[in-house]
Every structure is written in structure tokens, then in C-alpha cells.
């Protein structure tokens, strides 16, 4: 019975992986040598965002320097205190290197926000970068308004 459950469990997180857009496939756009990194930070800026830790997030964005992080952190806690989307969930689908630079990418796929007491789902977006070293992201995960034939990441079966 244990082995059962232990081969369910390992099943459940196979599963799960893979449903969230982190399967090496949405990445391979990324050359081998960052990929890995690619992924963690990633993973670390939608967990910043979720988690609403505007301090450390602030730390690795695109705005570094264009304004302080204490006006950062405050806009931030004012937007959410106004009601402003929380982000729940952002599951990759789509990963594009952009005409910016070699090491630059846009990540899109589906956005879960809690807005007004409900879960709403729409695709978007988040800038990358690594320059000198050093990865950096948009201030913020878009909300991605689609062409007219595009396909919408966040409806089953799409693509």
C-alpha cells in the first residue's frame, strides 16, 4: 500500500510539473548554457510576485535605478491595498527571444489573478534579460491583449 501511494505521489508531481509550463520543452528557445538559470529565476519571480515581496522583487527588475525601491514597495503596497489583481499563478507556453538582444526574451503564457474575489484567467507576459551577468525582468507580469488569430494560452487544448 505504501509503494502505491509513493508511486501516486511521484505521478501527482510529474503531473502537476509539467501542467504548470515547466517542462524543458517551453524553454528550449533559451540557449543551453543559461537555460538552467533561466528557469530558476523565473520560477523565483512568479514566486516573488505571488507572494507579494515587492522588497526583494524590486532587486530584479528593469527599474533599478529609475526610481528608489522605498517608492517601489510603496506603489506596490497601495496598488494591492486599492485592490489591484494579486497574481496566483503564471503557467509559461510560449518562450521568444526578442529583437532587443541576443539574451533577451518574452515568456508568455497563462495568468491566474484573484481580482475582486474571483479567479479570473487571461494570457500574458514577462519580459527577460541577461546582461553582464546579471538577469533582470519587467517591472510587473502583463496582462497580454491577443491578436485576433492568436491563440489564448489559458483555454484547454489551445495551440
Not at 16 to 25: A, F, I, V
Not at 91 to 103: F, L, Q, R
Not at 107 to 130: F, H, K, N, P, Y
Request: charged share 25%.
Amino acid at each position: 500500500m505504501k509503494l502505491l501511494i509513493c508511486i501516486l505521489g511521484a505521478l501527482l508531481a510529474v503531473t502537476l510539473g509539467h501542467g504548470q509550463g515547466t517542462d524543458h520543452e517551453v524553454f528550449a528557445p533559451v540557449p543551453a548554457e543559461v537555460r538552467p538559470q533561466f528557469i530558476e529565476n523565473f520560477g523565483r519571480i512568479v514566486e516573488l510576485h505571488k507572494s507579494q515581496n515587492w522588497d526583494e522583487l524590486y532587486d530584479r527588475i528593469s527599474l533599478r535605478g529609475y526610481i528608489s525601491k522605498g517608492q517601489y514597495v510603496k506603489d506596490k503596497q497601495r496598488r494591492q491595498k486599492g485592490g489591484a489583481a494579486r497574481l496566483l499563478e503564471f503557467t509559461p507556453t510560449n518562450v521568444t527571444p526578442t529583437k532587443v538582444g541576443i539574451w533577451s526574451w518574452e515568456v508568455r503564457g497563462c495568468g491566474e489573478w484573484l481580482i475582486d474575489g474571483r479567479v479570473d484567467r487571461r494570457s500574458a507576459v514577462l519580459m527577460v534579460s541577461l546582461r553582464k551577468g546579471k538577469w533582470t525582468f519587467s517591472d510587473d507580469i502583463w496582462v497580454l491583449l491577443l491578436k485576433e488569430k492568436e491563440v489564448d494560452p489559458c483555454v484547454k487544448g489551445a495551440g
